[in-house]
């Protein structure tokens, strides 16, 4: 019987969110070890109120598909929403907790091979790249066994974690559906390498883009050939092809899209096709993002679409708050704007303020209350908003904290305590709010929204304010050396060598 050990410390940095990420922001997310780890995998509620089955269960039906041969061993997992930088006390914690746990399991039973859910993009103050930190700590206890390390698809290869894992996975759908799938690729390479019937050899690319790709969507052009071409790689020739778009707002001097490949033994074909999907990538380069209209000419927009928020709603993404890239949820301009030149349409729209929520969370539903909102967590990015209106109910929600919902003329403002993560219709609809009635309704999410709200949206506008994900918020972040798009870049190579370390 083999032991192999599985863990999860995940978060996605924004290094431009004033926001700290805390050991509070785990535990009141998702945050388990040990017996209650496995057994929230096996029942489908791997983190709970948010999701059923990803990379952990894929990785656990992995293991169980090799019952007689392979025991899965928990170990601990951690999670916190997208925001600002982790606190050095945060992570210190959290990797103590991590290599504690890999050392019990190690003493205890043995441990021969370990499988390592990382995010891929998480910041931490004071330490840079701390997630090859983690990967290098596992490895120290590990010795030679098998490390295999998942990724998302938005995070960042470096020199050191490559030399530290022996695989690495990535997601390979934008918007996110494949997570079990991730994890149980990265299970099955774990396994067959601990059982010595796989010989994983990895070969990667680090590519100095930032931005490119269109919107990104990997069934959508131009994308979508290069996920193809990963996908068939994996059918023939390779036991993982991964392409990773980075966090454009993830500081790392060496952050870039990068590309890895995982085959059985063959060292050579793994650096072939990893320079294949690189350089489809870079010819993908000039396909920028899509430009972003104002708040004004939205609403406008909206307004004219006279039939279709008859038929369902207009959707307003706030690309410039996006609380799923990390952004505070507490900007007023779009709420500003909506106030001021949405009248006669019903507006959803959502915001963070913890203060706010503490000052009339004593008050009854029916008051009515005048104060301010947003504008605090990130004060640089956007001014309070001073507003009256009526309290139409409270809530408590994991994940969301305290939530007051508050009535202000045309709008439905939901003042929120925790992450403002207006992604889902639920995010809505648990609050009483029907989406069947709304004109307009705000979401802070880049992309998933589109397929979460299909049932509702008949039009969406991306909206550009000015915040913590601007695209162009990020050329203001430090590389070590040119970068598309924000530099004139004509050669990928030379920097991908650099990055790697290659003659
Ligand atoms: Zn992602």
């Known amino acids: 019987m083999k032991r192999i050990g599985f863990a999860r410390i995940a978060q996605e940095t924004n290094a431009l969110s004033p926001v700290a990420t805390t050991l509070r ?34 990785f656990v039906a992995a293991a169980r598909e090799r019952r007689a041969e392979i025991e899965p061993v928990a170990i601990v997992s951690a999670w916190a929403p997208s925001g600002g930088p982790v606190s050095t006390a945060c992570f210190e914690t959290l990797e103590a907790r ?22 891929g993009a998480m910041g931490v103050v004071g330490i840079a790249d701390p997630e090859s930190r983690l990967i290098r700590g596992v490895r120290e206890i590990l010795g030679g066994a098998p490390l295999v390390v998942s990724h998302d698809l938005h995070g960042n290869l470096t020199r050191a974690r490559v030399e530290a894992a022996d695989a690495i996975v990535a997601y390979q759908t934008n918007p996110h559906r494949d997570h079990a799938r991730t994890g149980h690729k990265a299970g099955r390479i774990a396994i067959g390498a601990a059982l010595g019937e796989l010989r994983p050899e990895m070969a990667w690319r680090s590519l100095p883009l930032i931005l ?22 994996e059918r023939r020739e390779a036991l993982a092809a991964s392409v990773l778009m980075a966090h454009p707002w993830n500081s790392d001097p060496a952050l870039g899209w990068s590309t890895a490949v995982v085959t059985d033994g063959d060292r050579a074909a793994a650096e072939r096709l990893a320079d294949e999907l690189a350089e489809l990538c870079w010819a993908r380069r000039h396909h920028q993002p899509p430009e972003f209209a104002s708040a004004g000419d939205a ?20 690309a410039s708050d996006v609380v799923t890239a990390g952004g505070p949820g507490d900007s007023t301009h779009l709420l500003r704007a909506l106030l ?9 729209c959502a915001i963070r303020d913890p203060q706010a929520v503490a000052a009339i969370w004593g008050r009854s539903p029916g008051a009515r209350v005048a104060l301010s909102v947003g504008g605090t967590l990130d004060p640089d990015s956007s001014p309070p908003l001073p507003i009256a209106g009526a309290i139409a109910s409270k809530h408590d929600r994991r994940g969301f904290g305290r939530t007051v919902v508050l009535a202000v003329e045309h709008l439905r403002l939901v003042v929120t305590e925790g992450p403002a993560m207006a992604m889902r219709p639920a995010f809505y609809t648990d609050l009483g709010l029907s989406l069947w009635k709304a004109d307009i309704v705000v979401v802070k999410n880049f992309f998933p929204f589109l397929l979460f709200f299909l049932p509702y ?47």
């Open 25 to 58: 922001d785990f535990e009141a997310s998702h945050y388990l070890e040990g017996d209650g780890l496995l057994a929230a995998v096996t029942a489908g509620r791997e983190v709970a109120g948010l999701f059923r089955r990803v990379e952990l269960a894929g």
């Open 212 to 233: 490119g790709g269109g919107s990104t969507i990997d069934f959508l052009s131009p994308m979508r050939a290069v996920f193809r071409r990963a996908r068939r790689a």
């Open 457 to 503: 949206n008949r039009k969406t506008l991306f909206v550009r304010t000015r915040g913590a994900t601007d695209f162009h918020a990020a050329f203001g972040l430090a590389f070590d050396g040119p970068v598309h798009p924000r530099d004139a870049v004509d050669d990928w190579r030379p920097r991908d060598r650099a990055r790697r370390g290659a003659p």
């Open 98 to 119: 991590l290599l504690d746990g890999v050392r019990r399991a190690h003493r205890q039973g043995g441990l021969d091979g370990m499988y390592l859910c990382l995010h």
């Open 340 to 348: 001021d030149g949405a009248g006669g349409m019903l507006t959803y």
């Open 299 to 318: 609403i406008a927009d909206a307004r004219r679409a006279w039939l279709r928020r008859k038929l369902g709603c207009v959707t307003i993404a706030d």
